[in-house]
């Protein structure tokens, strides 16, 4: 029987028989509930059997890694990373007892029984991100009608498709789509397209593995559209170690789990992105390989300038020190940055005598302290960021930038030291929340400049993008 086709974020229910793979003897009916917060498993038994004093007695959580299930319209499952939420016992005259058993569930895995995390290795992953279809720029629908003739034509096409090659993960990106129509064929036609970024990797690999790949791909179209991206539909293929029938066609796999957040909005206009598709389709191989040769590199950056995307109730002070931070990282790993070659600097290093009466806690915190004095002060990164720039896209950022880099640093040292002396020019409101507008475009900038986007095509994007018309008009 055909599975569900389910998205990340719909809601509802799975009856059918549980057990796990160390003792499918014993098959326990219960209820798989899946809501926008959580997947639940409640159980009318237990999986781990009826003997009262050994469930009681073992004082261990259990937290069995695989589930495996039936549903009662017959669809296979495996529950990945599941976690005992509670239990009732409840005693009955004829001897014996009622147990019902509850566990959270991390991962579900449509259409397959995995027997063990090893076992879980696929062919390819394909994805269907949030705003994805828009961010491709491709009006797939048309619709040419003649109100004379009382005729109307609606025309379907997929957007141009793309594969590249990610050498450093050795596998291939693409894009791939599903194009499914409906209706009651009387008052009613339904159809529906979804785009898929499929990644399939030249060997086999593990579910940890697409993750990281998963993540990474979310976080560059988060960079490229300017919204928090998540992914609705996940579907996977298994390779052949994995089938039962080596010739067999397998449906593919369907991946669940509650992404931490809310879903983006559920349109966006391309003109209202940062990078949409079209101004990169001429050399999306370039951009995608570039963002992912570059991602062990780049990581920390990104994972700190990506995660304020999604955590619409952070404290302004807490979003200015995250953009800090991953604009100092960003400069460290991009750059280095030392005054003197690290040789030249050990010799002078040597010839510091700190005085022998010195309190001892006081001469080893300046030795910590001379151990970092080689690298360049926050100030210096931040005036080296901006020399890399075209003067056209710096004062996008700001009119001046000794100014500019002089308040950011101030506001910084105040909120990581509290210091009193410089809590009047620390900057607060509405200022506050400019300043964080800024250093963002500027690490908006930076990364884009570094997957070989022109500085031409960004200081065009920034100037007719609406998200910056505020910001562009303060000066």
């Not at 809501?35 to 469930?55: H, N």
């Not at 619709?143 to 009382?150: F, I, N, P, R």
């Not at 010799?347 to 151990?371: D, F, T």
């Amino acid at each position: 029987m055909a599975q569900e086709r389910y998205n990340l974020f719909d809601t509802f229910e799975y009856r059918g028989k549980w057990w796990l793979p160390e003792n499918p003897e014993n098959v326990v009916g219960g209820n798989l509930v899946v809501t926008k917060d959580e997947m639940v498993l409640d159980l009318f038994g237990s999986l781990r059997g009826d003997d009262l004093s050994k469930l009681l007695g073992s004082g261990e959580v259990f937290t069995p890694n695989i589930i495996n299930g039936i549903t009662d319209n017959g669809n296979l499952c495996t529950l990945k990373e599941n976690y005992f939420r509670g239990s009732e016992f409840s005693l009955i005259s004829v001897p014996g007892v009622i147990i019902r058993e509850s566990y959270i569930v991390k991962f579900l895995f449509i259409g397959e029984l995995f027997t063990s995390i090893e076992d879980i290795k696929f062919k390819s992953v394909s994805v269907n991100y949030s705003l994805l279809e828009e961010w491709l720029s491709k009006r797939v629908f048309k619709t040419d009608t003649s109100y004379k003739e009382k005729l109307s034509q609606v025309q379907f096409s997929f957007p141009e498709s793309f594969e590249v090659y990610i050498s450093n993960i050795d596998a291939h990106i693409s894009l791939d789509g599903h194009f499914n129509t409906g209706g009651d064929e009387f008052r009613t036609l339904i159809w529906n397209y979804m785009a898929f970024l499929k990644i399939t990797p030249n060997d086999d690999r593990d579910f940890d593995w697409f993750g990281e790949q998963l993540h990474s791909l979310a976080s560059m179209l988060t960079l490229f559209t300017g919204e928090p991206i998540y992914p609705r539909r996940i579907k996977a293929q298994i390779g052949r170690q994995n089938k039962n029938t080596e010739n067999q066609i397998k449906q593919p796999i369907e991946i669940l789990y509650k992404p931490i957040g809310t879903e983006s909005p559920k349109s966006l206009h391309p003109l209202q992105m940062i990078l949409p598709f079209s101004l990169v389709r001429e050399n999306i191989a370039d951009v995608i390989s570039n963002w992912f040769e570059k991602s062990n590199l780049l990581k920390p950056t990104v994972d700190i300038f990506i995660s304020i995307f999604y955590q619409s109730n952070i404290y302004i002070d807490n979003v200015f020190l995250n953009l800090m931070h991953a604009i100092e990282s960003f400069h460290r790993r991009r750059y280095g940055g030392q005054y003197i070659p690290e040789q030249e600097y050990r010799q002078y290093l040597k010839q510091i005598i700190l005085p022998v009466a010195m309190p001892s806690e006081l001469k080893e915190s300046l030795r910590k302290r001379l151990e970092y004095g080689n690298e360049y002060s926050l100030r210096k990164r931040f005036k080296k960021l901006f020399e890399i720039l075209k003067s056209e896209l710096r004062i996008l950022i700001t009119s001046n930038t000794d100014s500019f880099i002089k308040s950011v640093l101030d506001t910084r040292n105040f909120l990581t030291h509290y210091d009193k002396k410089l809590e009047e020019k620390c900057l607060r409101g509405a200022d506050l929340y400019y300043t964080n507008q800024r250093l963002a475009l500027l690490l908006t900038i930076v990364l884009l400049k570094e997957i070989g986007i022109s500085e031409d095509i960004i200081h065009q994007q920034i100037l007719q993008t609406k998200r910056f018309a505020d910001l562009l008009q303060k000066g």
